[in-house]
């Protein structure tokens, strides 16, 4: 969102990106959106924010298929680039943060691949209002400028993440596509603007019976000026000459002014897959509170950030990832770091998982980051209250034995006709 980068740099009719960083699209409103614009909207710098953060907080790992339909984490050269430290000037955090930024509000996201020999060594961060694509002899090309140079890179050399599309070059831009919403939003918020900056007071009519001759008119006007504005708000006005103020009653409820406010927001989160709830707004008939908010939570992760991760992860293993590893190498972010910030939830996941034998004690200690618990708890373990019964009298279920007939109400040496 800078257009220094373009200071000596020859573009055409074509480069579509410094183009719309002056102008943006005209909306109806008669305001021009462009990704600055879009951005000072609230709406718009929550949902954005709140996606980048929350894809950009969960660890991301390289994992190798075992050939037994499990995975095992490894210790891939590509483990620490895409999971600890990208580049020289930002850590893992960062850089994703910022990609998925650029995909929410471009539709596309770029960081330019380094390569020693076949090994990634890093991923520069390329702001996408500066990458210029194009398809050139069936190739794709992507051009920026670079410290005041300008810079042509073929497709391999560039990690490019696209987002929902209809399969061609490029993702599609919200900003672009949704200029009419932004653009109502943008035009609402400023006549919201205005109004408080009058004081809640609209503007009014001055009048006499006697008539004013042009050079007095400028007087009024600067005299009543004195008296416009939210710091001017409470002024003892005084009026000589049979001059009366009618002040006009407009009222914002009468613009539905509030109710275009709440409108945008709602229509704002469409554009970016978020429920409105995730940013703080109870849409009319929701509460802020109770399962039905759970579901709406879980809704955005399953339908609006899983895409995201996945078109991240699909674009790393095809681009990062040689064609002889990418059948058995994949990457994948934990999407279970989500219930770290829910007790409850990751208490009922790991017991679950620990008593019906799909995950030992020292892996649901490791989610919770404790220390090893020996060798004794590395054994998948299964709960027996519900064995056969011709198993009972077996040497492994003397507990199960005993909860049985503890529960028939048979004491141990007592016998049974």
């Known amino acids: 969102m800078n257009f220094k980068s373009w200071i000596g740099r020859t573009f055409g009719l074509t480069d579509t990106a410094p183009w719309s960083y002056f102008y943006g699209g005209a909306s109806a409103a008669g305001k021009a959106v462009t990704d600055n614009t879009a951005m000072q909207l609230a709406t718009v710098w929550s949902c954005v924010r709140l996606n980048s953060e929350a894809a950009s907080c969960l660890p991301l790992q390289v994992f190798e298929k075992d050939g037994r339909g499990g995975r095992n984490p490894v210790d891939h050269p590509l483990a620490e680039i895409i999971g600890e430290s990208p580049n020289a000037d930002q850590t893992a955090f960062e850089f994703w943060g910022a990609m998925v930024a650029w995909l ?8 330019e691949i380094v390569k020693l ?59 672009r596509f949704g200029v009419q919403t932004f653009g ?14 009058s004081g809640l007071m609209p503007s009014g009519i001055l009048t006499t019976a006697a008539e004013i001759s042009d050079e007095q008119r400028p007087q009024l006007e600067s005299i009543m000026a004195k008296y416009a504005g939210s710091t001017n708000a409470g002024k003892l006005m005084i009026l000589e000459a049979g001059l009366k ?9 009468d613009m539905q002014l509030l109710e275009t406010r709440r409108f945008n927001v709602e229509e704002i989160c469409r554009w970016f897959g978020v429920p409105p709830v995730v940013i703080g707004h109870a849409a009319q008939g929701v509460t802020a509170w109770g399962t039905g908010i759970e579901q709406l939570l879980l809704q955005w992760l399953t339908t609006g950030l899983n895409p995201v991760l996945t078109r991240i992860e699909k674009r790393i293993s ?18 279970e770091a989500l219930l770290q ?14 008593q019906n034998g799909l995950m030992t004690r020292n892996e ?29 009298g077996g040497d492994n279920t ?14 141990e040496n007592k016998n049974v006709d």
């Open 104 to 111: 929410l509000v471009r539709g596309n996201s770029y960081a």
């Open 184 to 197: 109502s939003a943008i035009a609402a918020d400023e006549a919201a603007g205005k109004i408080l900056g």
């Open 398 to 411: 003397a507990a199960a034995k005993a909860a049985f007939r503890s529960w028939l109400g048979i004491e």
């Open 117 to 175: 020999g076949d090994r990634v060594t890093a991923l520069n961060l390329l702001p996408a209002d500066q990458v210029n694509v194009t398809r050139e002899a069936g190739e794709l090309r992507y051009k920026f400028t670079d410290r005041g140079k300008p810079v042509d890179l073929p497709a391999e050399s560039i990690l490019h993440v696209r987002g929902f599309g209809f399969g061609g070059d490029l993702g599609l831009s919200p900003i």
């Open 318 to 335: 095809k681009q990062l990832i040689g064609p002889g590893e990418r059948r058995r190498i994949y990457p994948e972010f934990n999407r």
């Open 341 to 354: 910030v829910d007790s409850v939830a990751k208490a009922s996941f790991l017991s679950t998982m620990t």
């Open 364 to 392: 649901g200690r490791a989610k919770l980051n404790l220390p090893h618990a020996g060798t004794a708890a590395d054994a998948l373990t299964a709960q027996t209250n519900l064995a056969p019964l011709d198993r009972l």
């Open 245 to 253: 103020f009618e002040q006009l009653s407009l009222a914002p409820e």
